[in-house]
């Protein structure tokens, strides 16, 4: 049996938005179907912060088993820190089908979480977002919600100036560069903004989180009633971008509820608190914003239908382009 295997260089080529997005709304509505996600194990390499995380499921008789590797000084090898490898098991034999790497596309993939979640929760007319973080992921979750909302104005804040600016500055470069596209919107009239994190909360109708923040980085007195928040940065033990007392404030959403609880941003919320899967708002078996004044949580913390999705997609894509 041949395994397909889609390098790294391969599918950065052929990954985009809309493949993303319309992966990531398949995964979510299977999440509350027939599918099973198991649970995810981290796992420490050494003390100098090498760490792989695998994450697997299934849906029928698809499975899936995604690697997920964070290998600080890859940049002396000319690689990202990050790795991303998604294999595939035959839904015949169990036995290998295909092997997906896409390091670069999992920023894509991550940032569609966050991009349906602001296209289903978020007010119609939200028209101010708010990215808290500066890293190279805030980048993909800026975009992507720029792709789904008719934004007029980003808010980049961060904890460093320069890092805001370089990130306000690369934004700039990819939504002129995108210029008018399929979502009927010019991305490059947006408007860029460098602030601090308070002053960008408080004037938000949205709030995208990408840190790697072991303690809140938002007060909810700052947070304005009708606002959404995705919170992005929570997938491990210890995690944190957002103040508890937002649990108990606003409607909270998620990927899947019991990974959140174990190790997104929820685990910091009472086990009693009410969490709704993100899937089951789509099918239509739970209500989403039911009015204008509503707060709304969205925690990711990855999961696995989403890596299948995804790969799938980008066979598909590679298969065509053949």
């Given at each position: 049996m041949t395994i397909r295997v889609v390098t790294e260089e391969r599918s950065r080529s052929l990954v985009d938005e809309d493949l993303a997005l319309a992966s990531a709304r398949e995964a979510f509505m299977a999440s509350v179907s027939d599918a099973t996600v198991y649970p995810v194990v981290v796992a420490p390499v050494t003390d100098a912060g090498h760490r792989f995380t695998v994450k697997s499921g299934a849906?029928?008789?698809?499975?899936?088993?995604?690697?997920?590797?964070?290998?600080?000084?890859?940049?002396?090898?000319?690689?990202?820190?990050?790795?991303?490898?998604?294999?595939?098991?035959?839904?015949?034999?169990?036995?290998?089908?295909?092997?997906?790497?896409?390091?670069?596309?999992?920023?894509?993939?991550?940032?569609?979480?966050?991009?349906?979640?602001?296209?289903?929760?978020?007010?119609?007319?939200?028209?101010?977002?708010?990215?808290?973080?500066?890293?190279?992921?805030?980048?993909?979750?800026?975009?992507?919600?720029?792709?789904?909302?008719?934004?007029?104005?980003?808010?980049?804040?961060?904890?460093?100036?320069?890092?805001?600016?370089?990130?306000?500055?690369?934004?700039?470069?990819?939504?002129?560069?995108?210029?008018?596209?399929?979502?009927g919107a010019d991305r490059s009239r947006v408007t860029i903004e460098t602030t601090g994190i308070e002053d960008a909360v408080r004037r938000a109708d949205v709030i995208v989180t990408a840190t790697n923040a072991m303690a809140p980085v938002i007060d909810a007195d700052w947070v304005r009633p009708g606002t959404h928040i995705s919170a992005m940065g929570a997938d491990g033990s210890g995690k944190q971008e957002l103040d508890p007392r937002l649990y108990t404030a606003a409607s909270l959403y998620c990927d899947l509820p019991d990974q959140s609880r174990a190790i997104g941003e929820f685990s910091?919320?009472?086990?009693?608190?009410?969490?709704?899967?993100?899937?089951?708002?789509?099918?239509?078996?739970?209500?989403?914003?039911?009015?204008?004044?509503?707060?709304?949580?969205?925690?990711?913390?990855?999961?696995?239908?989403?890596?299948?999705?995804?790969?799938?997609?980008?066979?598909?894509?590679?298969?065509?382009?053949?």
């Open positions: 849906s029928g008789t698809a499975a899936v088993i995604k690697i997920g590797s964070y290998w600080p000084g890859n940049d002396a090898h000319g690689l990202s820190n990050h790795g991303s490898s998604v294999v595939l098991l035959h839904p015949d034999t169990g036995r290998i089908r295909a092997v997906v790497e896409a390091a670069a596309g999992n920023g894509f993939r991550t940032a569609a979480a966050d991009a349906l979640a602001v296209q289903t929760l978020a007010r119609e007319d939200a028209r101010v977002l708010a990215v808290v973080g500066t890293g190279h992921q805030a980048l993909h979750e800026a975009a992507a919600a720029v792709r789904v909302r008719a934004f007029d104005t980003v808010l980049i804040a961060g904890r460093r100036p320069e890092a805001a600016q370089a990130l306000a500055d690369g934004l700039r470069e990819r939504l002129g560069a995108s210029g008018a596209d399929g979502s910091h919320a009472g086990p009693e608190t009410p969490i709704t899967a993100l899937g089951s708002v789509l099918t239509g078996a739970s209500p989403g914003r039911v009015d204008d004044r509503q707060i709304t949580v969205f925690d990711s913390s990855g999961f696995a239908l989403q890596d299948l999705a995804f790969a799938e997609a980008i066979l598909a894509a590679d298969a065509q382009a053949d």
